[in-house]
């Protein structure tokens, strides 16, 4: 028996980095935690702890900072490509380059040129994989909480003896979704696809009547893939938000579907892919991003 070192990276995780742009006097913020991961010949730091091939992490850290003084940061996959491309070209046992970046929103104070308040915890997402020449780009979206008071039933489930759960032709339905979508193609708008990718995410929310939360979710991933051509694949990750009706019979009271208990947890946790039967293989690049 042989001990080998086995699949490794390293990098610089969860740069804050916050870029003001000045048009005049009306500014702009953009919010970002950038990570970046290195792969490649590093045998030798792990074996022997001959440094030669680590860029170091700092380094990273610094070239992003760099990076956004040095031309506009743009989209979040825009900058994340300049950066993993940065690392592969330039470091010659560096084979490979993965930068994630999560997106923080900031909505202007009514119409102040420089003062903002923070949006809500959504994020914006995305995971870039530069290998040698070529790059994936995974993009989505996190803490992006929704809730519907009607359409959604959960019933014709199986009963074994351990089962107390009641059958509902009308509930809550809630839920914070993340999601990821697997591009394809190129010359891709990141903005308005993103604009768009969610809008279409919060409208099948709405208007899908739901038998259960597993439907809705094949139901959101679907119609994304059947109106956006630039993507391959989605997955979909979506605790159930339970709402439970909450027995006042103790006081008299009837409680027709009125009043919640919002627990928090534990919670179902419902999550898939949907995807082109037809889709080009992303090989590694993907399947080696966390699975949901
Ligand atoms: O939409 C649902 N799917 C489930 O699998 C499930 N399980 C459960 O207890 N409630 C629900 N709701």
Redesign the pocket.
């Known amino acids: 028996m042989a001990i080998v070192l086995g699949p490794n990276q390293y990098g610089k995780a969860e740069n804050r980095l916050v870029t003001v742009t000045r048009d005049g006097d009306v500014h702009t913020i953009k919010d970002l935690t950038v990570s970046t991961s290195l792969r490649g010949d590093l045998a030798e730091t792990h074996l022997t702890g001959d440094n030669a091939a680590v860029l170091a992490t700092d380094t990273q850290k610094n070239t992003v900072y760099a990076f956004a003084k040095e031309a506009p940061v743009g989209e979040i996959e825009d900058f994340a490509l300049r950066l993993g491309r940065h690392f592969v070209s330039s470091q010659e046992a560096i084979t490979g380059a993965r930068v994630l970046i999560d997106e923080h929103s900031w909505n202007r104070i009514e119409e102040n040129d420089h003062s903002f308040v923070q949006g809500s915890n959504e994020k914006r997402t995305t995971a870039v994989t530069v290998e040698g020449d070529q790059a994936w780009v995974v993009s989505g979206l996190k803490d992006l909480v929704v809730l519907k008071s009607t359409g ?1 039933e ?1 019933h014709g ?1 199986p009963r074994d003896k351990y089962t107390t ?1 009641k059958e509902v032709t009308d509930r809550i ?1 809630a839920t914070s979704v993340t999601a990821r979508w697997r591009y394809q193609g190129s010359g891709i708008d990141w903005a308005k696809s993103f604009a768009e990718i969610r809008a279409v995410l919060l409208r099948t929310f709405a208007a899908k009547h ?7 979710l094949y139901a959101m991933g679907e119609a994304v893939l059947e109106e956006r051509p630039e993507v391959a694949e989605v997955r979909l990750s979506m605790p ?1 938000k ?1 709402h439970f009706v909450v027995d006042l019979s103790p006081f008299g009271l009837e409680n027709d579907n009125e009043v919640f208990y919002a627990a928090d947890r534990p919670y ?1 946790l ?1 999550e898939g892919t949907v995807l082109r039967d037809d889709a080009e293989d992303p090989g590694q690049a993907w399947y080696s991003l966390p699975a949901f």
């Open positions: 959604s959960f489930y759960l339905l739901s038998l259960s939360l597993q439907q809705t159930n339970h179902g419902i």
